[in-house]
């Protein structure tokens, strides 16, 4: 199968490596991030790339221990959103979302280009947080992309290094995908 190697290559990968990200590794994942596109060419979202010590504690400090591993990272880009930045169309087509959803897709695939994990992650305290980062209440934390190189397993609970180093799991095509008549699955 013939697909981008960057795409092929991204996992929701747990074995992260201390080591700093340099600057211009960062600032061009960052601005792959805003070259995707977005409705209106609105550009809803909002990211806080966090890289300071002192402040990774305050993001750490709000996980939950099951996200025990991402604690690892030197970089950790708080992804904010709401849905009056973007277009609000009938039939609940709030763009927001979608659209930090695409920026966020280019921030992984080109992390992944430059040798890094780049994992978002849904679980931690997003109200302890945007208080600590001065997020206003109104905007919505919608993930944090935790980056870093490939890093040591032996950190790993047996449960994350079996999945380290398994199968991608999908539903079947047939689930997802249809040609020209549309299933309720
Ligand atoms: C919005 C979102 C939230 C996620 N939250 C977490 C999380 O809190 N902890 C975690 O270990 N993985 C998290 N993941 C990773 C998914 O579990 C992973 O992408 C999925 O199992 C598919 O595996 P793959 O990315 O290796 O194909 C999250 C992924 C997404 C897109």
Known sequence: ?????EIEKRRAK????????????????MTAATYAPSCFNNQPYRFLVVDQEQELEKIRLNMPDA?????K???????ATKPELDCQLDDKRDYAFFDVGLAVENMILQ????????HPIAGYRPVSI???FGIPDDH???VIVVIAYPGDESSLNSKHLTSEHSERSRKSREEVVFFNTFRVV
């Open 111 to 118: 992390a992944v280009k430059e040798g890094l994990v780049a």
């Open 1 to 5: 199968m013939e697909l981008l190697a």
């Open 67 to 71: 996200n025990y591993w991402a604690k």
């Open 14 to 29: 747990r074995a992260l490596s201390e080591k700093k990200i340099p600057a211009d590794v960062v600032d061009r994942i």
């Open 73 to 79: 990272s030197p970089l950790m880009v708080l992804v």
């Open 140 to 142: 919505t934390l919608v």
């Open 130 to 132: 945007k208080k600590a």
